[in-house]
């Protein structure tokens, strides 16, 4: 059974970083694509970055430059990055992955959310 777990949530004030991790277990493959979501209070899901096996990243406008995902292959987890934290991106932060082989970009998959796995999900609050 496929299982993402993230950890590395919680609060911090504007300016401040934090880094959150996510892993993958399971009897599974290398996955295909990784990438992050977030959902806060009131909004809809939106993509905030996504990275496929190769390392091409794809970065929402309103994180690139602040945030960098990342992924370690070898022990099948994900991270994210997150400086110069602004209260906009308060949010619950979502984990996703794809095993199945794709023929399409980071960026299709970022404006779509179309992952197989979805983790739990994790709170992260950023205070002005």
């Known amino acids: 059974q496929v299982q993402l777990v993230e950890s590395g949530g919680g609060s911090v004030q504007a300016g401040g970083s934090l880094r959150l991790s996510c892993a993958l277990s399971g009897n599974t493959g290398n996955p295909t694509f990784m990438g992050w979501f977030r959902q806060a209070v009131g909004k809809q899901r939106e993509g905030v970055a996504v990275?496929?096996?190769?390392?091409?990243?794809k970065y929402d406008d309103s994180v690139k430059g602040r945030f960098t995902i990342s992924m370690d292959n070898a022990k099948k987890v994900l991270y994210l990055q997150m400086n110069s934290l602004e209260p906009e991106d308060s949010a619950t932060y979502y984990c996703?992955?794809?095993?199945?082989?794709?023929?399409?970009?980071?960026?299709?998959?970022?404006?779509?959310?179309?992952?197989?796995?979805w983790g739990q999900g994790i709170l992260v609050t950023v205070s002005s």
């Open positions: 990275i496929d096996a190769n390392g091409e990243t």
């Open positions: 996703a992955a794809n095993l199945s082989p794709r023929g399409l970009r980071p960026a299709y998959f970022l404006r779509s959310g179309q992952f197989e796995y």
